[in-house]
């Protein structure tokens, strides 16, 4: 594997954990729509245009957690294949690679965290993407 495809791997693990995120977001916005209630008092009998908009919001949120859970099971398995594949590296290259693309670290919480200066943790996450290409 070259490293350019190895990073497109590793990313694609963080990725995948945003859009979860964002769908999170979404299905709790929808499930706010859901909850929120407004009644107006009239004495004209009226349709029931909310009943519709409860029906949309209801099958919007069912949609949006069927959308959250193939988004989950694909972040699994790209967690599995990139751990797999991180324990075969060497140290500290693998604490590295797991610092950042495993949980999500920034460049500068994993200089922080290896006690680095930031160039020098770049210089080590390229070093450690190239370990990782390797296998």
Not at 19 to 29: D, N, P, T
Not at 54 to 71: F, G, T, V, W
Not at 75 to 94: A, D, F, H, S, W
Not at 107 to 114: A, F, K, P, T
Request: no cysteine; hydrophobic share 30%.
């Amino acid at each position: 594997m070259i490293e350019k495809e190895a990073k497109k791997e590793l990313y694609s693990y963080l990725h995948s954990k945003k859009l979860e995120e964002r769908k999170l977001e979404q299905i709790e916005e929808t499930k706010t729509k859901l909850t929120k209630t407004t009644t107006i008092l009239s004495d004209m009998p009226k349709g029931s245009p909310d009943n519709d908009k409860m029906s949309k919001n209801i099958a919007r949120l069912l949609d949006l957690i069927k959308e959250h859970i193939e988004i989950m099971e694909e972040e699994e398995e790209n967690l599995v294949r990139i751990t797999k594949k991180i324990k075969q590296v060497e140290q500290p290259y693998r604490n590295i690679l797991e610092l950042r693309f495993v949980e999500g670290m920034k460049i500068e919480e994993v200089s922080v965290e290896l006690d680095k200066t930031y160039r020098y943790t770049k210089t080590l996450i390229k070093k450690a993407i190239k370990k990782y290409s390797e296998i």
